[in-house]
């Protein structure tokens, strides 16, 4: 089972409101994504933490209705 792309954002946007998001489908299967996360949120969190983040963000869905996702997260540039 796939997930739609505004299905996705809409995840990551309740959590992460002041965020810029790209997300891209890679193939056009709604099933492969890419997505980069710039947030405040992550300042002064490892790399990991920042992926564990969006993982919860995703509400378990990660690996079930969503088979993959390639994640980039950054801190803004002040």
Do not use: C, N
Request: hydrophobic share 40%.
């Amino acid at each position: 089972m796939a997930m739609s792309h505004d299905k996705i954002m809409t995840f990551l946007l309740e959590t992460f409101p002041d965020a810029q998001i790209e997300l891209k489908d890679l193939v056009g299967d709604s099933d492969h994504f890419s997505v980069t996360i710039t947030s405040k949120v992550f300042s002064g969190k490892t790399r990991i933490e920042q992926h564990k983040m969006v993982y919860e963000a995703l509400q378990g869905h990660m690996g079930t209705t969503l088979h993959a996702l390639s994640l980039k997260t950054q801190i803004p540039k002040e």
